[in-house]
């Protein structure tokens, strides 16, 4: 389900998508974070507010471990944005690996991003029906964060959800 959002609508959207996914019958959400509590508590309060449970069960995982369970696992992502002045924008298109791990590390940075030094786009995994197809765009710097616009094919399903 993708929306066009900004800002300032983004959480009216986010409810919105959630009342859909709860029209078809979903009735759980699943969130990555694993410890800022003002994140888990926003995430509980959007799926109140769509009548959903939200599930978090990354909560309070240790994080090179947890990034390392993902690479053996089978789950590719690449690198889509990173926040200025805080990683380098040649990071930018990566896949998450042990060399972005290694790399990473004598930035100072947590592994896994979860203070918004980086996000990713998961192209692959075990419960994909095929990867995600994505060609790179522009590198854009917007509100001190650069992201890599990306052209995807949206029609790739999760089946074994």
């Keep these: 389900m993708v929306r066009a959002t900004s800002w300032t609508t983004y959480e009216d959207a986010f409810v919105d998508a959630l009342r859909e996914v709860r029209g078809m019958g979903i009735t ?6 694993i410890n800022f509590d003002e994140n888990r508590a926003w995430e509980e309060q959007v799926c109140r507010a769509a009548e959903l449970s939200a599930l978090l ?14 690479i053996r696992h089978g789950f590719r992502a690449k690198v889509i944005a990173v926040k200025n002045g805080t990683i380098p924008k040649n990071f930018l298109g990566r896949e998450i690996d042990q060399a972005l791990v ?26 994909f029906d095929s990867p995600v197809h994505v060609e790179d765009g522009d590198a854009v710097l917007r509100d001190g964060v650069w992201f890599l616009d990306q052209h995807y094919d949206v029609g790739t399903r999760a089946e074994n959800l």
């Design 28 to 33: 759980e959400c699943v969130f990555g974070d």
């Design 57 to 70: 069960p990354l909560w309070q995982l240790e994080r090179e471990a947890y990034v390392g369970d993902l």
């Design 102 to 127: 290694r790399d990473l590390r004598p930035l100072a940075v947590d592994i896994a991003g979860e203070a918004g030094e980086y996000h990713t786009l998961v192209i692959d995994c075990p419960l």
